[in-house]
């Protein structure tokens, strides 16, 4: 059975006019916004989870020997 992984990230939040606009502070392109702060919310989960499955796909395809570890950041 496949574990389940847990990641966290830092969303952001911004009211712009009737708009809210949201991304991830820790990976660039993800954005999103929404009509209402819920919305932006969903839509930024959506917009996380399909960058993450892209460079995931976008790993295996480039061929060759690739190398995959864990990264910690401390700060």
């Given amino acids: ?6 990641q966290q990230f830092t969303a952001v939040y911004k009211k712009q006019g009737k ?3 949201g991304w991830v502070e820790e990976i660039s ?4 916004q929404g009509k209402t702060l819920k919305e932006a919310k969903e839509n930024l989960k959506e ?3 399909l960058i993450l499955e892209t ?3 976008f790993s295996k395809t480039i061929g060759g020997r690739i190398i995959r570890e ?3 950041l401390s700060r």
């Avoid at 059975?1 to 847990?6: H, P, V």
């Avoid at 392109?29 to 999103?32: C, E, P, Q, R, S």
């Fill in 29 to 32: 392109g993800v954005n999103t």
């Fill in 47 to 49: 917009a996380l989870s």
């Fill in 1 to 6: 059975m496949k574990q389940k992984l847990t």
């Fill in 55 to 57: 460079n995931r796909i």
């Fill in 19 to 21: 708009w809210y606009v």
């Fill in 70 to 72: 864990p990264i910690t």
